[in-house]
């Protein structure tokens, strides 16, 4: 399986953006990218995915290199309500399982 | 609201007990799934149900036991756990099971505590 490396933590400061990295040097092809999150005591919560171009939703932006080995989650202006665990993910039709890593916590600070 | 509810939200037990966590959906899903999310570790996926047949089984021991008696309900049984076994236990759910593209949709968990 194609693995996602994140960093451990970040930090960003409340109604700024931030953008959280994630490399996948063995992506393949078919790979999808997805972005969970995960906020204290709940459940995880899909953010977005994408597998070429850029994506935009309600909740985030998701950028893709070109050579697809690595992607950006931006979140436009953060909030105190955005402090979770982002996770990235790959998976693709035929290995459907979600494989979650250690993801990055994020702290806002007001 | 993420439209998938799970009961209790908190459970302690002793090892000798047999004990239920009960998920449900109402999103009109097909696909149901358990994760285990142990303090400091990923989460593991535990088992897989696709329109009320188990089609993942990710090694779990047999004293966690399944049972899906409708594309809406999804349990999982347990009887003569460890220690080890306490944990966060999280249900999830997706359109299909064979569509990367559907996002899971978890429910919050049942913190499992045992004594």
């Known amino acids: 399986d194609a693995k996602t490396t994140q960093p451990n933590s970040m930090e960003s400061n409340e109604e700024e953006p931030v953008h959280l990295p994630c490399n996948h040097s063995t992506i393949s092809g078919t790979d999808y990218i997805h972005w969970y999150r995960q906020l204290p005591s709940q459940g995880p919560e899909y953010v977005i995915h994408?597998?070429?171009s850029n994506v935009n939703n309600r909740m985030a932006s998701l950028a893709i290199a070109e050579d697809r080995k690595s992607s950006t989650l931006i979140l436009h202006r953060a909030t105190l309500r955005d402090a979770a665990v982002y996770y990235c993910i790959l998976g693709n039709f035929g290995n459907e399982k979600l494989t979650f890593g250690t993801g990055t916590r994020l702290t806002i600070i007001p | 609201e993420t439209g998938v509810t799970q009961t209790p939200r908190h459970l302690v037990m002793g090892m000798t007990n047999k004990k239920s966590l009960k998920c449900e959906q109402h999103l009109g899903h097909n696909a149901m799934y358990w994760y285990k999310q142990s303090a400091k570790k990923p989460l593991e996926l535990m088992f897989v149900y696709s329109l009320e047949e188990r089609v993942e089984n990710n090694s779990v021991p047999s004293r966690f036991s399944p049972e899906c008696p409708n594309s809406s309900h999804l349990f999982l049984h347990l009887h003569t756990l460890q220690p080890e076994d306490s944990a966060l236990y999280l249900c999830?759910?997706?359109?299909?099971?064979?569509?990367?593209?559907?996002?899971?949709?978890f429910g919050d968990g049942t913190r499992l505590s045992i004594l």
């Open positions: 994408g597998l070429t």
């Open positions: 999830a759910s997706s359109q299909s099971y064979r569509d990367i593209v559907r996002p899971q949709h």
